[in-house]
């Protein structure tokens, strides 16, 4: 049921697996147009794994695909070079979609909302995807060759 005319959602999706999913999938639903931050390539360079990270151009057309598969036409993906991204640029937000381990950059992005003025943002918060070996479900365990983006574990020889 839509509840916002304008959210917003962020993330590197890397590797886009059933936790992303989960996320968009939420943002969508409560959603009339959704606003996706991408982080930059410079923005992901501390992150665990960070060489294996895709390529921005990669994501955004990994993500581009998932969206238009799923039939997802109202949304704008903008390159983000931090947490707080482009929330205190457009006003008319009204809705974050984070996951539990994200909660706090909501509370980081609200924060900088109020500092410039702007109403902070309603928090929807999704739970965290678990994998088959009891972890969540992450990019980093992807990269990690651990699990696949559906949470099985990765056998080894």
């Known amino acids: 049921m839509m509840k916002f ?6 993330g590197t999706f890397d590797r886009l ?14 959603g009339k ?30 993500l581009i695909e998932f969206l238009e598969v799923n ?3 109202r949304y704008r993906i903008i390159k983000i070079n931090n947490a707080i991204g482009f929330t205190t640029r457009i006003r008319s937000l009204e809705a974050i979609v984070v996951s539990e381990e994200t909660y706090k950059g909501a509370l ?22 678990k994998s088959k070996l009891g972890d969540k479900i992450s990019s980093s365990l992807i990269r990690a060759g651990l699990i696949d983006p559906f949470g099985n574990p990765i056998k080894r020889e």
């Not at 606003?35 to 955004?60: H, Q």
């Open 5 to 10: 005319k304008k959210v917003v959602v962020g």
């Open 17 to 30: 697996h059933l936790g992303h999913k989960a996320l968009l999938r939420k943002a969508f639903e409560v």
């Open 33 to 62: 147009i959704v606003y996706i931050g991408l982080t930059s390539d410079d923005m992901v360079k501390n992150k665990p794994y960070a060489e294996k990270i895709l390529p921005y151009e990669r994501r955004l057309k990994d």
């Open 71 to 73: 039939n997802f036409r």
């Open 108 to 129: 980081l992005v609200n924060r900088a909302r109020e500092e410039v003025g702007l109403r902070p943002l309603e928090i929807i918060v999704i739970p965290i995807i």
